[in-house]
């Protein structure tokens, strides 16, 4: 039986008033997930068709372990970025979304990428190995999804004033790593690495790499012994696909 919206939104409330750890709106016709933002305990959402396209206010539930978002409106995986803050979510069903697109190898390894630490994702139980190639396939998304100006009310003038601060603000040099490597003791970055590229984009290819390096770097240094284990066994998993790619590439 479908829920009316005002019933849906009945049932919302009552869950975020009575802490109800579930919440099931399949097939309600709902568009609009604002309701979430005031659900933060919840545990497990239904929300699959349904004509939902953005997951913004997803990101405030955080005791999230599973969500079922199957045939909905989802248009770009970049709405993944707001389940990325979610440290419990194990469990997704994103199925039969626009975003899925025609490539179901590459969708997977994407979502697999950004949400590594989902036990199954489409009904589907997650492998080992599957974690490991989706960080060769797989495209890290960095940046929520960019919203058209009738949805988010910004003049394409704004935004393009925006872009090049930020910008400034995330660019660093050779040196700035080096001084970063030296503080903690790690092998500098020879500069003949990148002394060969002249190409505009390959020098921006660059610049993208090293700020990444640095960012791990610097914050490297906040992180205790358990969470500099995590980082080593992430990094050997990506060594290993990588390896495992040059090995099929010969």
Request: hydrophobic letters at 35%; glycine letters at 2%; a negative charge.
């Amino acid at each position: 039986m479908r829920l009316s919206r005002a019933a849906v939104l009945a049932q919302a409330k009552a869950a975020a008033l009575d802490g109800v750890r579930r919440l099931n709106c399949w097939g309600s016709h709902l568009t609009d997930i604002s309701i979430c933002r005031d659900l933060p305990n919840i545990e497990v959402i239904t929300f699959s068709v349904n004509g939902i396209s953005d997951l913004e206010p997803l990101h405030q539930c955080q005791n999230l372990s599973e969500l079922y978002l199957r045939r909905n409106n989802i248009r770009s995986l970049d709405e993944l970025f707001y389940l990325k803050t979610l440290p419990r979510l194990r469990v997704l069903w994103l199925a039969e979304n626009p975003c899925c697109g025609p490539d179901p190898h590459r969708y997977r390894m994407t979502v697999l990428r950004n949400l590594p630490c989902l036990q199954k994702l489409d009904n589907q139980a997650v492998t080992e190995e599957e974690l490991s190639q989706a960080l060769v396939d797989g495209v890290e998304i960095t940046a929520p999804p960019a919203r058209s100006p009738v949805e988010n009310g910004w003049s394409s003038t704004a935004s393009s004033a925006t872009t090049e601060p930020q910008s400034q603000l995330l660019s660093c040099s050779l040196e700035d790593t080096n001084k970063t490597q030296d503080e903690l003791d790690m092998k500098l970055v020879p500069r003949d690495k990148y002394s060969s590229f002249s190409t505009q984009e390959t020098d921006c290819s660059c610049k993208k790499s090293n700020n990444v390096l640095n960012a791990i770097l610097l914050l490297m240094k906040e992180l205790d012994a358990e969470g500099l284990e995590i980082i080593q066994q992430t990094a050997a998993r990506r060594l290993q696909a990588l390896q495992k790619q040059e090995l099929q590439e010969e």
